[in-house]
T-cell receptor
Framework: KAGVTQTPRYLIKTRGQQVTLSCSPISGHRSVSWYQQTPGQGLQFLFEYFSETQRNKGNFPGRFSGRQFSNSRSEMNVSTLELGDSALYLC????????????FGQGTRLTVV | GESVGLHLPTLSVQEGDNSIINCAYSNSASDYFIWYKQESGKGPQFIIDIRSNMDKRQGQRVTVLLNKTVKHLSLQIAATQPGDSAVYFCAENINFGNEKLTFGTGTRLTIIP
């Protein structure tokens, strides 16, 4: 079966712009979580959605937001981009609340110039 | 706050030898641990997991050991192959069923042919 799909794979944006990233989880998976990966900070949790509800949120400013649709697909949005937002954004999906085996997508490489 | 750290940032192993990657965690409430492998340009790939009620779990060529007394986790890879070269991350989940993973900084494993 298809894995986690993230689009686009690469993005270049300028400071002040906003960006939307998309994640399609594995079929049947209802939980989607987002992570930011940078060389300096490593992998950091952004937020997690289950059944269209945000259940957890990491320590990121309000410029970072997300949502989940009824088909479990998820989007995350970053507004007023800063240079420090340049990172690999990873999405992970898992089946349910009792299953924490999370599978990751390839990520979206965001570069802010 | 909780943190997951790695003892060694880099590790070089001769092909065919066994490798051990270590990870320390600080939150005794963590109840689920995962090892991920990340190759260049790819998202983290699930390797093996272990729950806090176990101290050892084996997969194909991999074994994870959990020592809750000293809050230590290790990943053993037997008979290493060139394809094992990657960055390895340990991750902990503090609330079982709650998809919020806290990642370590990663260890780069290089297999020497």
């Amino acid at each position: 079966k298809a894995g986690v799909t993230q689009t686009p794979r690469y993005l270049i944006k300028t400071r002040g712009q906003q960006v939307t990233l998309s994640c399609s989880p594995i079929s049947g998976h209802r939980s989607v979580s987002w992570y930011q990966q940078t060389p300096g900070q490593g992998l950091q949790f952004l937020f997690e959605y289950f059944s269209e509800t945000q259940r957890n949120k990491g320590n990121f400013p309000g410029r970072f937001s997300g949502r989940q649709f009824s088909n479990s697909r998820s989007e995350m949005n970053v507004s007023t981009l800063e240079l420090g937002d340049s990172a690999l954004y990873l999405c992970a999906s898992s089946r349910s609340t009792l299953d924490t085996e999370a599978f990751f997508g390839q990520g979206t490489r965001l570069t802010v110039v | 706050g909780e943190s997951v750290g790695l003892h060694l940032p880099t590790l070089s192993v001769q092909e065919g030898d066994n490798s051990i990657i270590n990870c320390a965690y600080s939150n005794s409430a963590s109840d689920y641990f995962i090892w991920y492998k990340q190759e260049s340009g790819k998202g983290p790939q699930f390797i093996i997991d272990i729950r806090s009620n176990m101290d050892k779990r084996q997969g194909q060529r991999v074994t994870v050991l959990l020592n809750k007394t000293v809050k230590h986790l290790s990943l053993q890879i037997a008979a290493t192959q060139p394809g094992d070269s990657a960055v390895y991350f340990c991750a902990e989940n503090i609330n079982f069923g709650n998809e919020k993973l806290t990642f370590g900084t990663g260890t780069r494993l290089t297999i020497i042919p």
